[in-house]
């Protein structure tokens, strides 16, 4: 679409002239005259005024009355983004309801957020003239560029607009502080960061340019006079607006010893923009805003993602005390100043108390079926459960909140064309080991352990590259920073969740250790299971982007319905379902649940040399408890390996039994036994950690990329 002469002619006709006189004007103007003669602190000084006067202003910047060419075209360049704000505004107001597939609409949002980014205050107006200039290459462009030409057509004159959108958000900010104050359990009043004459105003403030470093972008808070002043062009964008005022307001609830944390503003920011998007009532406005949270700023855009699923997980573990909690734990601190990892712990610490959840037969009946079959459909559930449909599907919504239900898949990572290695470590400074692990983009997981070893990982490391492993962890004990370790090579994943010891009369757990251990010894004198054996290095499965695209969606959520993981992933649902179906009939998943709020948190570690007999019969037992996952393993000890999820308290109970039946029966030596603590690196397929580098880590052919001498790097270089 071509420009027409007449925009032209209108953006060339200095549009800070159609600007009445007021505020938003001479902020305008006193912005870039101050930045011309290097007066910013003197210009802010009366633009902080509580009562604005523009004869002062005038009196001390007497050039603004009689501003020349220069300065009005700067001027009119900061007055178009607030036109540019406006168009956009209009943009997703019109054409968001038309967008009905899910996948489509995050394209949208995110085009749309690529050209917002022009209304920030960056020092350069390049990208602003583009938009300006732009013939409308991309349907995006032509949706702006004709909201742009009825403003520019009209000399838009949003003087009015801008006191009326000014008064809308001290309402906003009004009503998003009393909303954090119920979810927070701190009131503003007894804030630390209290001020009795809080006030919201708008001005272009003359000392702030943004730009990617910028954190708390389109707004600036002055403590000193407990003014909080939001950019203009903000003002013109309501999701936008809302969303920086709901910041703000997290930000002056939160203790302030978050503020001289290392850190900080990634802390401070991140905890209030997800914050703010609990605050959103329409869900397009909340996904256009953690599109757009980000403003001009880099460093959270990579795994953007991450903060929805950090913030969703503490919360179903912790329930709807969280925010309340986790500010009493930092009021509790006072000034002590705190590490980044300080604050994760308690996250941890809150997530890792004992639960007592106590379930009904009904109840029961469900987790039972659940368990045994992860995605049965709900119309089945009903019928076995002979309820309605609607109300299986929310006993089955409400149970997994209650009971901390993980629904994802396990997959064969060999028909990835990945080794699963478990490592068990002993480290001489554990913070640099674990700093390099998570930096690792093959490390999928990492543990704190009690007992024998400090730390226990898991690489999923390409066919073609099996004997890095051993020489990643030769350079760290090279380098001093671990001191011993064990490494093995998983055979075949071994898991079961069992609800039969569950006394529906008592709300509790009610394993019998010692009717368990002696059962396990009859079992070993009868040598009566099924053998299993370590498995044959399987066949690699050809696989594409989609496929990991479809297997990284299950794992998160595995009974998402198909039609809804293909709009997501812009194809049909039926497509989706034939990949599904390819890859279950190819054996690559299988289907599961992790109960992570049954009664039954204690984790119990073990590693056994023994034989394939003995880790059959093991494994038969195992399969009795409310939850493990294992494996066969070979390496530095053939035999198995198994995390054992305990009734609350019984751990010990547990290492006793398989002591006294199993490792002074003489039927395996024991190569570790340890409580599970902190879970501190969760993720799936590898991903580089590192966001402002990012590798693209799988080829369009279906291979993995691995950098073996960057890899080395970090474990010769701990950051």
């Known amino acids: 679409m071509p420009k027409s002469e007449a925009q032209l002619r209108q953006i060339n006709a200095q549009p800070i002239t159609w600007l009445s006189d007021g505020k938003l004007k001479l902020s305008i103007l006193l912005r870039n005259e101050a930045t011309i003669t290097n007066r910013a602190p003197e210009a802010l000084k009366y633009l902080l005024e509580e009562r604005f006067s523009p004869a002062h202003v005038m009196s001390a910047f007497p050039s603004i009355t009689a501003a020349g060419k220069t300065l009005k075209q700067k001027a009119s360049e900061d007055y178009l983004r607030c036109i540019l704000a406006k168009g956009i505004a209009e943009v997703y107001r019109k054409v968001t309801p038309k967008y009905r597939n899910e996948a489509a609409r995050k394209q949208f949002f995110k085009r749309l957020v690529e050209i917002t980014e022009n209304v920030h205050l960056s020092e350069s107006n390049d990208k602003l003239h583009q938009v300006y200039d732009s013939a409308g290459n991309d349907d995006m462009m032509i949706w702006v560029t004709n909201e742009l030409q009825q403003l520019l057509a009209q000399k838009a004159d949003l003087t009015t607009e801008y006191y009326a959108k000014l008064n809308s958000a001290r309402n906003e900010f009004r009503s998003a502080l009393r909303d954090l104050e119920s979810i927070t359990g701190q009131t503003w009043h007894e804030s630390e960061n209290y001020h009795t004459s809080l006030a919201i105003t708008s001005f272009?403030?003359?000392?702030?340019?943004?730009?990617e470093e910028t954190w708390r972008w389109g707004s600036q808070w002055r403590p000193e006079l407990g003014v909080l002043n939001i950019n203009p062009p903000i003002l013109f964008f309501e999701v936008l607006r809302r969303g920086v005022l709901a910041r703000e307001a997290a930000i002056l609830l939160s203790p302030k010893n978050l503020e001289t944390m290392e850190y900080a503003p990634r802390v401070l920011c991140e905890q209030g923009e997800y914050l703010a998007y609990k605050l959103f009532e329409r869900k397009n406005d909340g996904q256009l805003w953690l599109e757009g949270r980000h403003g001009l700023r880099k460093q959270t855009r990579v795994f953007g993602h991450g903060l929805i699923e950090f913030f969703d997980f503490y919360e179903?573990?912790?329930?709807?005390?969280?925010?309340?909690?986790?500010?009493?734990?930092?009021?509790?601190?006072?000034?002590?100043?705190?590490?980044?990892?300080?604050?994760?712990?308690?996250?941890?610490?809150?997530?890792?108390?004992?639960?007592?959840?106590?379930?009904?037969?009904?109840?029961?009946?469900?987790?039972?079926?659940?368990?045994?079959?992860?995605?049965?459909?709900?119309?089945?559930?009903?019928?076995?459960?002979?309820?309605?449909?609607?109300?299986?599907?929310?006993?089955?919504?409400?149970?997994?909140?209650?009971?901390?239900?993980?629904?994802?898949?396990?997959?064969?990572?060999?028909?990835?064309?990945?080794?699963?290695?478990?490592?068990?470590?002993?480290?001489?400074?554990?913070?640099?080991?674990?700093?390099i692990l998570s930096r690792f983009p093959y490390c999928r997981q990492v543990f704190r352990t009690y007992g024998s070893f400090d730390l226990f990982t898991v690489l999923d490391i390409p066919f073609e590259h099996r004997e890095f492993t051993?020489?990643?962890?030769?350079?760290?004990?090279?380098?001093?920073?671990?001191?011993?370790?064990?490494?093995?090579?998983?055979?075949?994943?071994?898991?079961?969740?069992?609800?039969?010891?569950?006394?529906?009369?008592?709300?509790?757990?009610?394993?019998?250790?010692?009717?368990?251990?002696?059962g396990l010894r009859e079992n070993l004198a009868k040598r009566s299971s099924n053998s299993l054996d370590y498995a044959l290095q399987g066949k690699k499965v050809q696989l594409d982007k989609l496929d990991l695209h479809i297997l990284w969606n299950l794992q998160l959520d595995c009974r998402t319905p198909l039609s809804a993981l293909g709009r997501s992933l812009n194809v049909s649902g039926a497509y989706i379902g034939k990949k599904v179906s390819k890859m279950l009939r190819e054996m690559v998943f299988r289907y599961a649940v992790w109960p992570l709020k049954i009664g039954a948190e204690d984790w119990g570690m073990i590693g056994l040399a023994c034989s394939k007999q003995v880790a059959s019969t093991l494994a038969q037992s195992l399969s009795l408890l409310p939850a493990w996952r294992g494996s066969l393993v070979t390496g530095d000890f053939e035999g198995l390996f198994a995390i054992v999820w305990c009734p609350n308290g019984e751990v010990k109970q547990?290492?006793?039994?398989?002591?006294?039946?199993?490792?002074?029966?003489?039927?395996?030596?024991?190569?570790?036994?340890?409580?599970?603590?902190e879970w501190l690196v969760a993720r799936w397929l590898p991903v580089d950690p590192d966001e402002l580098t990012p590798w693209h880590l799988f080829s369009e052919d279906g291979r993995w990329l691995f950098d073996e001498s960057r890899y080395l790097t970090l474990a010769k270089q701990p950051s």
Request: charged share 25%; with cysteine; hydrophobic share 40%.
């Open 204 to 211: 272009f403030p003359p000392d702030v340019f943004e730009s």
């Open 316 to 435: 179903m573990m912790v329930g709807d005390s969280l925010y309340r909690e986790v500010w009493s734990r930092l009021k509790e601190f006072g000034g002590i100043r705190l590490a980044v990892s300080d604050y994760y712990t308690i996250f941890n610490t809150l997530a890792s108390r004992p639960t007592n959840p106590r379930f009904d037969r009904q109840e029961k009946e469900l987790l039972v079926l659940l368990s045994k079959r992860p995605d049965v459909k709900a119309g089945e559930a009903a019928r076995l459960l002979k309820v309605s449909v609607p109300t299986a599907m929310k006993a089955i919504r409400d149970l997994s909140k209650r009971a901390g239900l993980r629904f994802n898949v396990i997959v064969d990572m060999q028909k990835l064309g990945l080794i699963e290695n478990l490592i068990l470590i002993n480290t001489a400074k554990q913070k640099d080991v674990i700093g």
């Open 470 to 518: 051993r020489e990643f962890l030769q350079s760290m004990m090279d380098n001093g920073i671990i001191t011993r370790y064990k490494m093995l090579e998983l055979n075949g994943d071994l898991q079961a969740v069992n609800f039969d010891c569950y006394n529906v009369d008592r709300g509790s757990w009610d394993v019998h250790w010692d009717t368990w251990g002696i």
């Open 654 to 677: 547990f290492f006793k039994a398989v002591d006294d039946r199993i490792v002074r029966g003489g039927h395996a030596q024991q190569e570790c036994m340890n409580s599970v603590g």
